[in-house]
């Protein structure tokens, strides 16, 4: 498959991106000193990440519908704004997934640690905009190319048919001229 077509489809630059999200996460996080069971580390990964997924899917269908890429600072503003939201939807998801499956879970001991929880999947968020953002610029570049491309080789083709034009009455010039003694016979031929 060659990038232009990846680039094309959404859905497998989310799969694969969310993909590697969760790996790297879940490898990360298998060094670290815990008391949870891999199974558990995998399953809370893979929360997260479809949790991520859920939300990047509907930030693309808003930003494809609500941004004008034109607009950067806008663009900017409400990618950093938006950001922040969804980042604190999903810590506050997070603490609602572990207070019903972790036994002995206190909320009000992560409270502290819940603002740079919110602040980290705020950080994913941005990243994952950064991203779509390049793709859909490097998408309209693509095109504009395209369409210089396309004017220079309707240019070309508009001084073709121009030379073409002034060629012609040149080349009906050259083939009458063996015709022209004959008619010059015709034209002093006496009349019968």
């Keep these: 498959m060659s990038f232009e077509k990846l680039i094309n489809s959404f859905r497998k630059i989310q799969i694969i991106g969310w993909s590697v999200y969760f790996v790297l996460m879940f490898v990360t996080f298998l060094s670290a000193d815990t008391n949870e069971t891999i199974v558990y580390i995998f399953f809370v990964k893979l929360q997260r990440s479809l949790t991520g997924f859920i939300f990047t899917c509907i930030l693309y269908f808003f930003y494809k519908r609500f941004i004008n890429p034109q607009s950067i600072g806008k663009t900017v503003a409400i990618v950093f704004v938006l950001s922040i939201i969804i980042g604190v939807i999903w810590t506050a998801l997070e603490v609602l997934f572990f207070s019903q499956t972790l036994a002995g ?3 009000y001991k992560v409270l502290p ?3 740079r929880i919110a602040f980290i999947y705020a950080l994913t968020i ?3 905009s950064a991203v779509y953002f390049g793709i859909e610029y490097w998408k ?4 504009e190319r395209e369409n210089v491309l ?3 080789i ?3 083709k508009a001084q073709l048919e121009t030379l073409r034009y002034q060629l012609n009455p040149h080349f009906l010039l050259t083939r009458s001229i063996p015709f022209a003694p004959r008619l010059t016979k015709i034209k002093h031929a006496p009349n019968r």
């Design 150 to 152: 396309q004017a220079k």
């Design 113 to 115: 640690k819940l603002p």
């Design 140 to 143: 309209q570049w693509q095109r």
């Design 154 to 156: 309707l240019a070309e």
């Design 126 to 128: 941005i990243a994952w």
């Design 105 to 107: 879970y206190d909320a």
